[in-house]
């Protein structure tokens, strides 16, 4: 009975570290209230500027998201449109929807598309274990802390967002996609 409430309360207590106190909540059907404000704000939402990023990177240095957007010096192509993977190898849903992904990116990267991986909460040996398994040629950031798992309400892997070339979140999804469904929200971000 300890045993059982302890756990109760471990999960609870993670889960609340996990997930910050959001300022706005979500309606009732999960989806944000509109705002009243004249644009979009930045959030992990669509129809929000997708938040930066700046976490190391697998294989060194660092990666950002605004590298990607338009007025960088991407500014000549508007920028890139991306797909944001949160992921972590252990998570199975992650491993059979990982060779899709792998897949899309390999397709789609001479037409402005960008894979980002985020590895969420693990060390580098666990991401790079599962780059090398699955062959991965995209960017794969570490988020060690789970700071951007947090700032992006991240609450299941595998999550993935579509952004489009001036950095706006199109689309997000929790849970395993097929390539299909990944190859039919790629061909209508604009």
Known sequence: MFAGALILGFVV????????????????SGTPEPRATAGPNVGPFPGDIAPEIQLPLLDGGTGTL?????GTAYASS????VL???????????????????AQAEKHAVHDWVVLGVDVMETREAASAFRDEFRLTF???LDEMGQVTRRYLVTGTP??????????????RLG??????IAE??????
């Open 13 to 28: 207590g993670w889960w609340l570290w996990l997930v910050p106190e959001q300022t706005e909540r979500p309606a009732a």
């Open 66 to 70: 605004g590298e990607h957007r338009g």
């Open 78 to 81: 508007g920028g890139h449109r």
């Open 84 to 102: 944001l993977n949160f992921f972590a190898s252990w998570c199975e849903a992650c491993r059979a929807e990982m060779p899709g992904v792998q």
């Open 139 to 141: 960017p794969i950031l």
């Open 159 to 172: 999550t993935s967002l579509f952004i489009d070339r001036a950095g706006l979140i199109v689309e997000r």
């Open 176 to 181: 395993y996609m097929s390539e299909a469904e």
């Open 185 to 190: 929200i790629i061909g209508s971000v604009p």
